[in-house]
Each structure stands twice: as structure tokens, then as C-alpha cells.
């Protein structure tokens, strides 16, 4: 009889296994749309997850039609605001930045971040680029912890957002009328729809290869260890492959997570806020939304939303009906 052998638990796809180069993703790949013009993505905070119960909408299911319960992770999304509108035109090397026009007036927490111009003519900015040949519009947004209790932070996160759907005028007038201004979640997506997260998981640090990569422990009969490899691999060639299995970095990297289903959007944080508050977060104070299943990273850390690139699930013309969102007490659940 042959040996039962099963494959590798951990993959190579993502190697190298390095520490994220900051705490909250970037996103590099933005969908077209149709409807339009508005924002394509987001940002909020992870407060943690509880379960609900919901009427099963996925008409496959053996429970079609009947009440589940299922596990919802809960995320606050405070308003974010718009600092400045960025330009891009295509070239041969694919898009290339043109430039960008700011807003006249922005939060004193943004000096945090980086330097602000104080006497600044957004006016004359925008006449710059009359006549232009520009092929995207994006939206420079920052996030505004301070209005967030849970997190102990004051310097916000920037990042793009892309302006999608319509024509490139019609995209230039919409960032034209938020420049400066608050966006909500509302304006990027609604309950029901599908989109994409990307955050930076939990780190472990540095753990050891059968942590690591699910080596199988070697027999008592291999002298004394047995959380280890069997061999790094022939004489020659005379190094080690990268293929072999060894300790280093685990958790701490940049994962995105396809099509998870916006369940709930709500304005009263006092909706699922458990009793006693979330562990190691607290209440929820700002709008929240209710995530179907798990999201990546560790309770307070920034999750970035934005419109599915592989569009999949069930299409739903009206919103999920949850019956029931459980504020039972987590404290020692």
C-alpha cells in the first residue's frame, strides 16, 4: 500500500511570509461601473463580532426561506473627509499622475499626517487642469478616528478612492461638489450588496516551522525534536530551496477577502453594542455596518472597503431580512 500523503497546509503563493509595510492595505485594483458617478470604496474600524439571526435569502439552500443564525462581524464607519481631488492621464506605461487640487480648509489632526499649505488657492488649481486629457479621478480621503471611542488614536489614515461610473466631466463635478466635504457610507455601497475587504492580519511574530506551514511532527524515534522539518533537501544543488518549509514571519501581512455581503447599515451604535461593550473596543458610537462572516485583523484595526473586482454571490433586490442581532455580554463568552 502506498503512503497517504496530503498536501502542504500553508501556500506558497503568498511567500515571501514578510511583517505588512503598514497597518492599514493598499488597493491597487479598482472596478468599472456602470451607475454613477460615485465613490468606489471605504474605511472603518473592526469593533468585533456577534451573531444574528437572519430569514436565509440564497435560494439553493437546503434552509432557503428559514431563519439561521450566522456569525456577523461589526465595523464602525465614521464619516470620512475629502482633502484633495488627484488626476491621472494614461500613457504607454499605464496611468501616470497629473495632479492634484486640495481643499482650502482641512482638519488641524491631517498636520499630524503631513504638512499643509495654509494660504492655498484651490481655485487657481483647478484652472490648471481646463483642457486636460485626464483618464481617472480619484478622491485623496482621510479617516477621523477622534470620532471613534474605541480607538486610542489622533492622526488619521489617507487614502484614494476612486470616482467611478459616468463620464469623466460628470466624475470631475461630483469631486468637485464633496472636495473638503464629509462622504458616508451610504455613498459608497447599500444593505444587501457584495464587496471586497482588505486589511492586515492579526501578527504572531515569528513562530516555528510546524506553526507555520502544518509540518507533520516527526516520530520519538528522530533524536530529540520533533517540532521540525525532516530535511532541508539534497547535497545538490547546494542550497536550500524555497520550497522547503521554514520558521519566520506568521501573521501581520496585507489579505484581501472576496465578496463578503453587506448585511445591515445602521446610524445607532446602541443597535449591537454587546453589554459591557465590545472586548478590548467598547461601545459604537459612530454608524456601523454588519458584515456577513469573519473580516481579517485584530479588534481596532482599519478595514478598507471597496466594490467587488470578481463579482459573485446572489444578487438580492431587497435588503436581507435579519430578525434578531444578539447584545448579549462577551465578557468571558
Request: hydrophobic share 35%; aromatic share 8%; glycine share 10%.
Amino acid at each position: 500500500m502506498p503512503n497517504k500523503r496530503r498536501p502542504r497546509k500553508g501556500s506558497k503563493a503568498f511567500s515571501p511570509r514578510k511583517r505588512a509595510q503598514r497597518q492599514f492595505p493598499r488597493l491597487d485594483a479598482w472596478p468599472e461601473i456602470i451607475e454613477g458617478p460615485r465613490i468606489q470604496g471605504f474605511a472603518g474600524y473592526k469593533a468585533g463580532m456577534t451573531h444574528a439571526f437572519l430569514v436565509d435569502y440564497r435560494p439553493t439552500s437546503n434552509t432557503s426561506g428559514q431563519e439561521v443564525q450566522i456569525p456577523v462581524t461589526v465595523l464602525e464607519v465614521p464619516p470620512m473627509k475629502v482633502a484633495a481631488v488627484r488626476f491621472y492621464e494614461s500613457t504607454s506605461y499605464g496611468l501616470k499622475t497629473v495632479g492634484e487640487v486640495w481643499s482650502d480648509a482641512v482638519d488641524e489632526t491631517l498636520i499630524r499626517l503631513l504638512p499643509v499649505p495654509k494660504n492655498y488657492d484651490s481655485k487657481k488649481a483647478w484652472e490648471k487642469f481646463n483642457g486636460s486629457d485626464i483618464e481617472d479621478v480619484r478622491l485623496l480621503a482621510y479617516t477621523q478616528p477622534t470620532l471613534v471611542k474605541g480607538v486610542p488614536k489622533k492622526m488619521p489614515e489617507m487614502m484614494e478612492l476612486r470616482i467611478g461610473g459616468g463620464t469623466i466631466a460628470a466624475r470631475i463635478d461630483y469631486a468637485k461638489s464633496v472636495l473638503g466635504k464629509d462622504i458616508k457610507i451610504t455613498d459608497f455601497t447599500k444593505e444587501g450588496l457584495m464587496i471586497d475587504i482588505a486589511a492586515v492580519t492579526k501578527g504572531k511574530g515569528f513562530q516555528g516551522v510546524t506553526k507555520r506551514w502544518g509540518v507533520k511532527l516527526l516520530s520519538h524515534k528522530n533524536s530529540k525534536h520533533r517540532r521540525m522539518v525532516g530535511t532541508l533537501g539534497p547535497k545538490r544543488p547546494g542550497y536550500v530551496r524555497p520550497t522547503v518549509p521554514q520558521s519566520g514571519q506568521v501573521g501581520y501581512h496585507q489579505r484581501t477577502e472576496f465578496n463578503k455581503r453587506i448585511l445591515k447599515i445602521g446610524d445607532n451604535g446602541n443597535d449591537v453594542t454587546p453589554k459591557g461593550g465590545f472586548l478590548h473596543y467598547g461601545e459604537v458610537t459612530n454608524p456601523y455596518v454588519l458584515i456577513h462572516g469573519s473580516v481579517p485583523g485584530p479588534t481596532k484595526r482599519l478595514i478598507r472597503l471597496r466594490d467587488p473586482v470578481r463579482k459573485g454571490g446572489v444578487e438580492l433586490k431587497e435588503a436581507p431580512n435579519l430578525t434578531y442581532v444578539s447584545t448579549e455580554s462577551k465578557q468571558g463568552a
